[in-house]
């Protein structure tokens, strides 16, 4: 159940018409160009001074959104004008009925100055007597929604899925959507708050909580409102959904940035970092854990994997990614003495150990007995997951056999329909891109998550058997 003292956001589905406040020739008419490229509801133009813009026909022009016809709505309005003159836009908005407005413009909390902080407490003020409007920003991209066409980017794609993205910050809110995008987990909703002077971190996690189009939340948050934090986790406790959260400012450094960023408070981190395991969060650090945290969860689930299976195509390679897991508290158990009984019939002509991690390098063109390898050590209770690295090379060189590029993706299929243990693929980047992008396409299809090194899967698991490791 929401919690009712957050900001309701649940009308973001019937937004079907957008007014950008100033719309600009000086710059291209970027966000308005934007919106008319793909917003799929009505479209206005608040510009004073002009009845028409030639380079947009079809969009109706006024003075201010209060001049729009009273049988027009208008849900959304993206302000993109100088920060003085936000205060009263927001009050016209309020007259019109505005539901929600995104404010592109800075130098409010952000600028460090006591001007802008007062211009904050104004708009804010604004915001309170308007009753009816809510606003993301100042300093923000404001709503990314890729199903009704809303986005602040033409570049931002608009394949729509299930993830619900929120970030602080506009450059790496656009880091995310593409990137969630590109390993094949596409957005629900994303929202850049920037300030998060009205709508913050808490509004909108309790929002996506509830969401029936948002499976998985990923957040770059870097403070709170004050004495906030425990409705935070509260809310978060409650989350029947992943959530996997990256906080700035967990260093001096990095707490002087975020105050310059967006100035907000990062924190006292131990109690940050407890609070978030408590509340059952992955918390991660980097944009490359968001990706491979995301994709692991998407396709497998928060399935831990605490004692792996390593199947490499070389034995120094085996060894290097033995020492990595190692470092990362993953172990490579020796296998039960029925497994090994099973493996020694499978590789008896190959002279290849029966050890954990096993080289499958000398009989990568056998499918047969990779998937007879596979099935063993999946049968073994001692083994949570398999790590399987697949090389392009292979593929390319091949002379004789089923083309792996089908065998090996066919052969796996068989295998989850078998097993419900999580497998997880290497593929190197060394060359060969169109060989890997479409074996990393075929093995996505299976929910088999690839990775291009042994240490980002590594990191990956830790964070996840760290989540069932504080849930004891």
């Known amino acids: 159940m929401s919690d009712p003292s957050t900001k309701d956001l649940s009308f973001l589905p019937s937004i079907k018409s957008i007014a950008v406040i100033g719309a600009s020739k000086k710059r291209n008419y970027f966000f308005l160009r934007t919106f008319h490229d793909s917003f799929k509801g009505r479209l206005y133009a608040i510009k004073p001074g002009a009845e028409k813009i030639d380079e947009f026909p079809d969009v109706d022009v006024y003075e201010r959104v209060s001049d729009i016809p009273s049988n027009e709505p208008v849900d959304f309005v993206f302000i993109e004008i100088p920060r ?58 404001g709503l990314y929604y890729p199903r009704l066409g809303i986005r602040w980017r033409v570049s931002l794609p608009l394949d729509h899925g299930s993830v619900g993205v929120m970030a602080q910050s506009g450059g790496l809110c656009n880091l995310m959507i593409h990137g969630l995008t590109s390993e094949g987990m596409p957005i629900s909703k994303g929202f850049s708050i920037g300030n998060a002077a009205d709508i913050n971190a808490i509004d909108v996690i309790n929002y996506f909580k509830d969401d029936p189009e948002t499976s998985i939340i990923v957040v770059y948050l870097e403070g709170l409102p004050p004495g906030r934090g425990t409705q935070l986790v509260k809310i978060l406790q409650g989350c029947k959904k992943p959530v996997i959260v990256v906080k700035g400012g967990k260093t001096a450094v ?29 918390l991660v650090d980097t944009f490359e854990d968001i990706l491979g945290v995301g994709k692991f969860v998407a396709m497998i689930g928060q399935k831990p994997i605490k004692n792996a299976c390593l199947l ?18 993953i172990r490579l158990p020796e296998f039960s003495i029925t497994i090994k009984e099973s493996l020694a019939h499978i590789l008896s002509a190959s ?122």
């Open 351 to 472: 002279g290849t150990s029966l050890n954990n991690p096993v080289d499958v390098g000398s009989f990568i063109y056998d499918v047969d007995k990779l998937e007879a390898i596979l099935h063993a050590v999946l049968n073994d209770p001692a083994i949570d997951g398999v790590i399987f690295e697949i090389v392009p090379i292979y593929i390319a060189a091949q002379m004789r056999g089923d083309p792996l590029d089908v065998a090996l993706p066919a052969m796996l299929r068989r295998i989850k329909q078998q097993h419900d243990k999580p497998v997880v693929a290497i593929i190197e980047d060394i060359g060969y891109d169109a060989i890997r992008q479409g074996l990393k396409r075929s093995l996505r299809e299976l929910n088999i998550p690839v990775y291009p090194d042994i240490a980002q899967i590594a990191r990956t698991i830790r964070f996840i058997n760290k989540i069932h490791i504080m849930a004891k």
């Open 312 to 329: 490499t195509l070389s034995g120094g390679y085996g060894v290097v990614c033995s020492d990595v897991l190692a470092s990362h508290d």
């Open 84 to 141: 003085e003159h936000v205060v009263e836009v927001i009050k016209d908005c309020g007259k019109k009925g505005v539901k929600l407005a995104a404010i592109f413009s800075a130098g409010f909390n952000d600028a460090g100055t006591e001007e802008g902080r007062q211009l904050q407490i104004e708009l804010l003020r604004a915001v309170s007597e308007a009753k009816t409007i809510r606003i993301i920003g100042p300093n923000g991209m």
């Open 254 to 282: 990095g707490s002087k940035a975020v105050k310059s960023h967006t100035a907000t408070l990062a924190g006292d981190v131990a109690i940050w970092e407890a609070a978030m395991h408590q509340a059952g969060v992955m």
